[in-house]
């Protein structure tokens, strides 16, 4: 429980505590205690909205984390794969519906898992620039297919690019992605 504590409160929690407390009190004295509290009200809102997806999206982790085995992941997209397996990680990142809430967990229980650094970067590059979720309610809709069909296939090999630089740093750099640090 105190090793839990210790990452939770680490070092990235304090900067953002210390920066919350700064912006805060600069929101407070620039425009005074409405636009304080208002401020407050809108980030609760926000909280409440992306709490329940949140835990939604780390049960599904836990989940397939508990149905398949360790070395699974690893098999199709571990560093030994190359541009395979950056290929199936990208396209898993590009089906993967739903914004950060949804896609990291994912990418925490990748990593866990012997995914490469590779894949790892593949993965989310898909999902930032290729989501086909994005791609079919906001694209298409607003900027019509021709538009969202050169983006789309304009963008596909950006993914296993960055892939593709990620394995070119050196592998500390792994060992320590993968300790969670």
């Known amino acids: 429980m105190k090793s839990l504590l210790k990452q939770t ?16 009190a ?3 004295l ?24 949140l835990g939604a ?11 398949l085995p360790p070395s699974f992941f690893a098999r199709y997209m571990g560093e030994e794969k190359g541009v395979k397996g950056m290929a199936i990680a990208a396209a898993g990142g590009t089906v993967t519906p739903g914004g950060p809430m949804t896609s990291f967990p994912l990418v925490t229980l990748l990593r866990d898992s012997g995914t ?21 309610m906001w694209e298409v809709p607003l900027m019509g297919a021709e538009f969202a069909i050169v983006r789309f296939v304009s963008s596909m090999p950006l993914s296993i690019i960055a892939g593709t630089l990620a394995r070119l740093f050196p592998a ?10």
């Open 57 to 67: 999206a780390l049960l599904v982790a836990a989940f397939l984390q508990a149905l």
């Open 30 to 53: 620039e425009f005074g205690a409405a636009a304080f509290g208002d401020a407050v009200a809108g980030d609760a809102a926000l909280v409440a909205f992306l709490v329940p997806k």
């Open 9 to 24: 409160f680490d070092k990235s929690f304090m900067i953002f505590a210390v920066l919350a407390v700064v912006t805060g």
């Open 116 to 136: 490469g650094m590779g894949s790892l970067v593949s993965y989310v590059t898909a999902w930032a620039t290729n989501g086909l979720q994005r791609i079919l």
């Open 172 to 181: 500390a750099l792994e060992a320590k992605a993968r300790q969670g640090e």
């Open 26 to 28: 600069a929101c407070y």
